[in-house]
């Protein structure tokens, strides 16, 4: 009887198999065609002089490691790199405590959690090139409120993007004003599903706020506070665009990063195989800071 049922159960779990391997043929085959095959390229041209004007009159040929040594042993590549490591780290930690801080705050609220969740989270939703201009507006040498404000108090004004004292500062400040709500959002929603029992015990126990926190609600969300930090280097490690629009990498590069770099001597000058070796140590850096992430949500 059992091999009776074995022998009819088996033809339908085979069916299932291969439903859910048409399924996902179609997204594995984008994935492949979307990331696999230009990391693929990316990787070959990186050993290779390719320029796309140069590649109109000859082909492009091996050179081995000439780009990554040039890009080692280039001043301003390296600058750009500690740049983008430094603004990471000040901005990921700030973010995840004030992010984390607001969503205490608000899963505290006995009323109005509903209004403070969509104002808070107004400075994420908004266009990064809406926030550098409106950021670059305020901060006006010329007309900007900040420095209206600074003159009333008596206080000394900056020129905040073009001082080699402030425009990494505010270029850490813009982001961490914009990117807090989303860490907000992941935190809070975390915090939703740590039970209430665990509260109970720890009043029960004479808990006090501080020993909740720590024994309480941080390690039942710790897994989603590595992925929250995880997310938020990633996306801090490809800075471009307030960069770009906001100081363009100066005053004397104190504010370039790999991105930018990579675009001024590798898109911009249509040097593709130099490019291509920036955009591989760059992973090569994403991947190596990531992994102390990964290690403390695998532990």
């Given at each position: 009887m059992r091999d009776h049922q074995t022998a009819v159960l088996r033809p339908g779990h085979m069916q299932s198999r291969r439903f859910?391997?048409?399924?996902?043929?179609?997204?594995?085959?984008?994935?492949?065609?979307?990331?696999?095959?230009?990391?693929?390229?990316?990787?070959?041209?990186s050993f290779t002089d390719y320029n796309l004007l140069k590649q109109l009159h000859k082909p492009a040929t091996f050179i081995a490691l000439e780009n990554y040594t040039d890009l080692v042993k280039n001043e301003y590549f390296r600058q750009a790199?500690?740049?983008t490591v430094r603004f990471t780290v000040l901005a990921v930690v700030f973010?995840?405590?004030?992010?984390?801080?607001?969503a205490l705050l608000v899963h505290s609220l006995k009323r109005g959690q509903k209004v403070m969740r969509i104002l808070l989270l107004l400075p994420y939703l908004l266009p990064?090139?809406?926030?550098?201009?409106?950021w670059r507006m305020m901060l006006s040498p010329n007309y900007g409120i900040v420095n209206q404000v600074l003159q009333s108090l008596h206080l000394p004004v900056y020129n905040w993007f073009s001082d080699i004292k402030t425009a990494f500062g505010m270029l850490v400040l813009i982001d961490v004003w914009q990117s807090s709500p989303f860490v907000f959002l992941l935190l809070y929603a975390a915090l939703q599903s740590v039970p209430q029992s665990q509260y109970e015990a720890a009043r029960i126990d004479g808990a006090n706020a501080f020993k909740t926190l720590f024994y309480v609600t941080i390690p039942n969300i710790k897994n989603s506070l590595a992925l929250c930090a995880l997310l938020r280097t990633i996306d801090s490690f490809r800075l471009f665009d307030k960069v770009n629009l906001l100081t363009g990498g100066g005053p004397a590069n104190s504010t370039a990063t790999i991105t930018q770099y990579l675009y001024n001597f590798g898109i911009s000058s249509l040097n593709f195989g130099f490019g291509s070796a920036g955009a591989i140590i760059m992973t090569v850096l994403v991947l190596f800071l990531s992994s102390?992430?990964?290690?403390?949500?695998?532990g």
């Open positions: 859910g391997i048409k399924m996902l043929t179609p997204t594995m085959v984008v994935l492949l065609v979307m990331t696999a095959y230009p990391l693929f390229f990316t990787l070959y041209y790199v500690w740049n973010e995840m405590i004030i992010g984390f801080a607001m990064t090139v809406t926030v550098a201009l409106s102390f992430y990964i290690k403390r949500a695998m």
